[in-house]
């Protein structure tokens, strides 16, 4: 119980994203189990000490039941969790409508919906309807968890008209917003018929944050351009109102993964691994199954490798780990069966009665299966056609330490800013410039290897997950304090 007092001197932290970094599976009636799944953000705010936080956000189940939500309520409580409870309407247009088919691939530059235009015209009210009823949901459970001095960190796309809703409660409460995703450059945002709302509510927030330096300067040009406010050096104006924009690059626990290496699981994992792949050079791509991840441009990228090497053929293999996710939308299914269909043709055209050059594997692996996989391979494939930063590039390089393999990274990752001058960087949709790095790879001297491993791996053990959200946090208190100071003079 001591737990809930609170030393005078932590500040509260509200994290509130889309999901609660729990899943939720239910038991009974009035009972429910949860596991916590340890994703990036909620390491990087383990990490971070002097906060104390609290999670607010969708458990990922539908609780239509008043039983059932007291109940998971208060097995959540327990995990410093509090729930947001959406019903399976909402969720259809809000989560899989707006934010996965509107805003995930304008924000990754594929445009808004093409196939049935007017369909989708039609249904874009509605689901703009349904965003903006979601983000005041999450709104009045941030505020009736709300107390004086709280920090509020809104996360993600889904999330964007949550800013606004919250300083309509409170226009003290110190407020920031933190993209995962890329912001596109304006021209691409001007094509959202809700561009208007969105940009404005962002901009209620006292700080707004991204991966890099030019997603911010994306969004402070979408402000000049499209809102005609003014952009500074520290943000945009409204009004003489300024909203502080910048980068917070992301990270990752990059000790967790270097002390997995020392556990005697993985050291096992590696051995059998290393036994398994003996005499061949293993590539690795670890991903989402997603269409921004550029799946089906890394395979085509291979098979033109190995047609135009066959010396290599026996000698290499490709692993290529994909999470399926938001399996219920038409787009992810057909992704799925491409993805099948080319591993199919190539091992196929290049396999033996022995060997495939492709081990696909459609989901996740647990994570010391995972720190082993990133230990064993020589080369890693990141080819995100965009991505917001790539933390699976972080990761395979925090556990290179002994291989000093290469990494192989599309230039359209965030990433790309903060470990291309150790990678290869490529653009994934150039198959023949890919399937060359894939080569320089192979042949590139132990000298070079390491000189370009000791760059990245400085990045990754340096600019960490507890750093980045240290940074944001304290960033957003120093940004409230200047706006104080600003308006008392
Ligand atoms: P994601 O698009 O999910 O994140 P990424 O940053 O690579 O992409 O993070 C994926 C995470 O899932 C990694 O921690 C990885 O280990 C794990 N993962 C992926 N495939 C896996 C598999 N098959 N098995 C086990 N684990 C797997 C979004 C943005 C990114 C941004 C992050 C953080 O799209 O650009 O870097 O948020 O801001």
Redesign the pocket.
Known sequence: ERQDVRPYNRQRLLVVANRLPVSAVRRGEDSWSLEISA???VTALLGVKEFEAKWIGWAGVNVPDEVGQKALTKALAEKRCIPVFLDEDIVHQYYNGYCNNILWPLFHYLGLPQEDRLATTRSFQSQFAAYKKANQMFADVVNEHYEEGDVVWCHDYHLMFLPKCLKEYNSEMKVGWFL??PFPSSEIHRTLPSRTELLRSVLAADLVGF?TYDYARHFVSACTRILGLEGTPEGVEDQGRLTRVAAFP?G?DSLRFIRALEVREVQEHIKDLKERFAGRKVMLG???L?M??GIPQKLLAFEKFLEENPQWRDKVVLLQ???PTRTDVPEYQKLTSQVHEIVGRINGRFGTLTAVPIHH?D?????YK?CALYAVTDIALVT?LR???????Y?FVACQDAKKGVLILSEF???AQSLGAGAILVNPWNITEVAASIGQALNMSADEREKRHRHNFLHVTTHTAQEWAETFVSELNDTVVEAQLRTSK
Do not use: P, Q, W, Y
Not at 363 to 367: G, M, Y
């Open positions: 994703g990036g953000l995962h995703t991966h992301i990752i670890v991903d989402r997603d921004i991840k780990i994909a999470v594997l989901r996740s692996l647990d994570f995972l995100s991505d917001g930063m790539n933390l699976v590039s990761e990752a965030g990433a």
